[in-house]
């Protein structure tokens, strides 16, 4: 069977992004990473309708798409994320995924707000390819870096 398509939502405040940290036993004992809040289009759902329903169930916030930013083609599914913005009162918490409902060990551990210069390399690589460069002030942010050569692990 293959990947489901998926949603996922990029919503920003203050200059800082919302993420989810998430925490996945595998082979190798386990894999921690931040990625954004999203999840699988589910039959009969457009890719906005899940974008909004992922965000409501993991992080408890009303969104509304602002722009569509990104259709990214990975494991032989598509990826489509949303500029989403929410209410300035609403207050983000850690919701829950359905799929996980009843596991003894959910993935979804902690919902976080996170400035670019707190987030690691490679998950700020997987923002990029999900069009974060296409939300204003992170374009002007990432205009301003310069030209320095950045690599992890090469000295």
């Not at 974008?51 to 489509?80: F, Q």
């Not at 999900?130 to 690599?151: A, C, K, M, R």
């Amino acid at each position: 069977m293959g990947y489901r398509n998926r949603s996922v939502a990029i919503v920003v405040r203050n200059g800082k992004i919302l993420m989810e940290r998430l925490c996945y036993k595998d082979a190798n004992n386990g894999r921690e990473f931040f990625s954004v809040p999203g999840g699988g289009i589910e039959e009969g759902e457009t890719p906005e309708q899940t974008v909004l329903r992922e965000l409501k169930e993991e992080c408890g916030l009303d969104g509304t798409i602002v722009k569509p930013l990104a259709i990214v083609c990975s494991h032989e599914r598509k990826e489509y994320s949303f500029e989403v913005a929410v209410p300035d009162d609403q207050q983000a918490i850690t919701g829950y995924d359905p799929e996980e409902v009843g596991s003894d060990n959910p993935g979804l551990r902690e919902v976080v707000w996170k400035s670019l210069d707190e987030i690691n390399e490679k998950d700020r690589a997987f923002l990029f390819s999900y069009g974060l460069i296409q939300v204003q002030d992170f374009y002007e942010t990432i205009v301003g870096w310069g030209n320095e050569i950045s690599y992890p692990g090469q000295a």
